[in-house]
């Protein structure tokens, strides 16, 4: 279990502890199914990289629970090469940038790759959930889309909602993708906050020689984290969360805490960030 410290304790921090608490490095290893457990808002996070068969999603024993899906959900997001998810033996096939939504109550998850010398690469979030809602695989062209940002800015992007209110319908799960234009950076810039919400960025799309600069801590004590392809970053609710890469990229945002409202934010101005 990851336990991350309050905004008080970030600001003592040097850059060794800060990536220790907020950055997630180590997601995937060939043939494994990974995990990653953090107290705030009971958040568990994973990259399974299934090669020469496929990987079952168990239960850390931390959960307590007799399997994975018992009181929780999961959204699943395809970032490598095409794959197989089977809800209690229902497959979807995945191919890069696709996703699933898995329902509380399923009761066996497991993940295969169509070519172990492409292997798949599926990053998955999950939350306690209060209620039942169907599996339901989404495609980028079932996403609700939104093109924000412009090219004078650098922040030219399209936004594409996969889990959300007005689509695939989860218990408190909000989950979806943002990938930059060529010629664009930032992303989220100007920064928000979220206070009822947390909120996990996974980096993917990122060539080797490339990397992002994500934002971290109160709008006026703010530090960066140097992320690469496949890092997650970690934003609690009093944390703005922005960055900017080296080049054009993709991000998958999760959220959950005490609403699916995706426009319930704080706007923190330029002016207002140190």
Known sequence: MRYLPNAATVRQMDTTALRKQFLVTDLWKAGSVV???????????????????PLTLDAPEQLRAAFFC????????????????????TEFNLRAHDALYVGR????VRFTSDNPLKPARFYFVSYPAHSEFPTARITPSDADVLELGTAENANRRQVRRYIHLQG????????????????????TMPAHTHDRRS????????????????????????????????????????????????RAYAFCWAMGGENQDYTDMTPVTMEALR
């Not at 995990?35 to 068969?53: H, K, N, Q, S, Y």
Request: aromatic fraction near 4%.
């Open 35 to 53: 995990t990653e457990l953090l107290d705030i808002d009971r958040v568990v996070l994973g990259g399974a990289m299934p090669t020469v068969g």
């Open 70 to 89: 018992e009181r929780r959900e999961i959204g699943v997001l395809n970032i490598g090469g095409d794959g197989t998810v089977a809800a209690d033996g």
């Open 199 to 246: 909120e996990v960025y996974l980096y993917f799309d990122l060539p080797s020689d490339a990397l992002v600069l994500h934002m971290v801590g109160e709008p006026q004590e703010t530090r960066t984290l140097v992320a690469r392809d496949g890092d997650v970053a970690l934003s609690p609710g009093w944390s703005v969360h922005a960055g900017c890469g080296t």
């Open 168 to 187: 695939v319908r989860s218990a408190q799960l909000v989950m979806g993708t943002t990938v930059l234009e060529s010629g664009s950076v930032w992303n």
């Open 105 to 108: 109550g399923t009761r066996d």
